[in-house]
Nanobody, 121 residues
């Protein structure tokens, strides 16, 4: 199993970024997927989840209305469109596989290496 994130970078407040997570080594379309972030000096924070078919999405209150999770099962890729970015969104962003199909349990069995998002003027 391999998860490889990309798309991070430096952006001004109010700007946008689109993160991608390329999955391989498993049947991507069988699994719920998540985005989780970790800011410097802080614990991990769950950001968003999506069901295996892409029809159901879940968001943390801190990003609801600004971030959109999606997936392309034909391309084995997970996305996170981030709009109206704030300095408090600065963090390392990870994609993570949910082995239980129960996103509220926050259980993950595989993680990517992360991609850094920095929101600063």
């Amino acid at each position: 199993v391999q998860l490889v994130e990309s798309g991070g970078g430096l952006v001004h407040p109010g700007g946008s970024l689109r993160l991608s997570c390329a999955a391989s080594g498993f049947t991507f379309s069988n699994y719920y997927m998540n985005w989780v972030r970790q800011a410097p000096g802080k614990g991990r924070e769950w950001v968003s989840a999506i069901d295996s078919g892409g029809g159901y999405t879940y968001y943390a209150d801190s990003v609801k209305g600004r971030f959109t999770i999606s997936r392309d099962n034909a391309k084995n890729t997970l996305y996170l469109q981030m709009n109206s970015l704030k300095p408090e969104d600065t963090a390392q962003y990870f994609c993570a596989r949910d082995p239980l199909a129960r996103p509220m349990l926050r259980e993950y069995d595989y993680w990517g290496q992360g991609t850094q998002v920095t929101v600063s003027s």
